[in-house]
């Protein structure tokens, strides 16, 4: 018997991160208790726990065949063996909402055999819902969006760390364009299928919780997000990372590829 289609799985995530974002209203700008994560891995709060206990129950109390892989749950192999996987950043941004910056976000999607199928990033201070499910097109709180028309270089705002647009990433030579940063992995690829900046680059090895949902939002706004070498995403691997990300209209990402010359690695 088939399972649920991407709509229906994209309505269950929306619900879900409005829940989220009402638990994390509650702890914002409210000093929540926070601690930092072995291994250098950054800090978390009791927010992220509260928001990433009441996914987990919601989404797998209404899809118990799925698999489940979140920032904030102990990973297992379990996830590798089903077909659909919740991928799940409880607050994406974790450092903004900390020194109270609205510029945090929920990420959820669910991923089907590698692919993104429904996705949400929903920015619950701010009031932004983005939210895709594949062949159905992209919404800002459900109003269709599109990436940008921008084609050239000069002409383009890129969301990056400074990092990201030095030398060392660009032996032909930084591209001429505008930077611009958002302290939200999810939020940056948000933005860029919204079409308010033109692309957004990162040559570190990202976490898929982190732009799993961002990839479908683009890609269903007519744009394109790879890997930093230009390969497909893929996700639910083993290890759930991936090589970087370099998203953009199709013709731009062309043209961001292209100043990056070949065969050039990303680099932490």
């Known amino acids: 018997m088939p399972g649920p ?15 989220a974002g009402r638990i994390a209203a509650r702890y ?19 927010a992220d726990i509260a928001v990433d206990d009441m996914l ?9 065949g799925y698999g489940w892989l979140s920032e904030e749950t102990p ?11 919740f991928v799940v950043d409880p607050i994406d941004g974790t450092q903004a909402f900390i020194e109270g910056s609205s510029a945090f976000s929920h990420s959820l ?37 599109r990436t940008s028309a921008a084609r050239h270089l ?3 705002k890129v969301l990056a760390t400074k990092h990201t647009l030095g030398p060392a990433h660009w032996p032909q030579g930084v591209p001429p364009v505008t930077r611009a ?8 690829m948000a933005l860029v299928g919204e079409g308010r900046f033109d692309a957004m680059i990162t040559f570190r090895q990202t976490w898929e919780w982190d732009i799993a949902a961002g990839a479908l939002i683009i ?9 930093a070498m230009g390969q497909p995403l893929r996700f639910n691997a083993a290890t759930p990372k991936v090589a970087g990300v370099l998203a953009a209209a199709p013709d731009l990402h062309a043209a961001l590829m292209g100043a990056r010359g070949p065969g050039d690695a990303p680099t932490a």
Request: charged share 30%; no cysteine.
């Open 5 to 19: 289609d991407a709509r229906e799985d994209l309505a269950l995530l929306v619900e879900a991160a409005r829940g």
């Open 28 to 46: 914002f700008r409210d000093d929540p208790e926070t601690w930092n994560k072995p291994d250098g891995a950054g800090p978390v709060t009791e």
């Open 56 to 64: 987990r129950e919601r989404l797998m109390d209404a899809r118990p």
């Open 75 to 85: 990973d297992g192999p379990a996830r590798l063996s089903a077909r659909r996987v």
């Open 109 to 145: 999607a669910v991923v089907e055999d590698g692919a993104v199928i429904a996705a949400v990033v929903y920015l619950p201070i701010r009031g932004k819902l983005y939210a895709a499910a594949l062949g159905a097109g992209a919404t800002l709180n459900d109003v269709a969006i």
């Open 154 to 156: 000069h002409e383009a």
């Open 181 to 188: 940063y958002r302290p939200s992995l999810a939020y940056r």
């Open 219 to 227: 890609a269903e706004a007519g744009g394109l997000a790879t890997d």
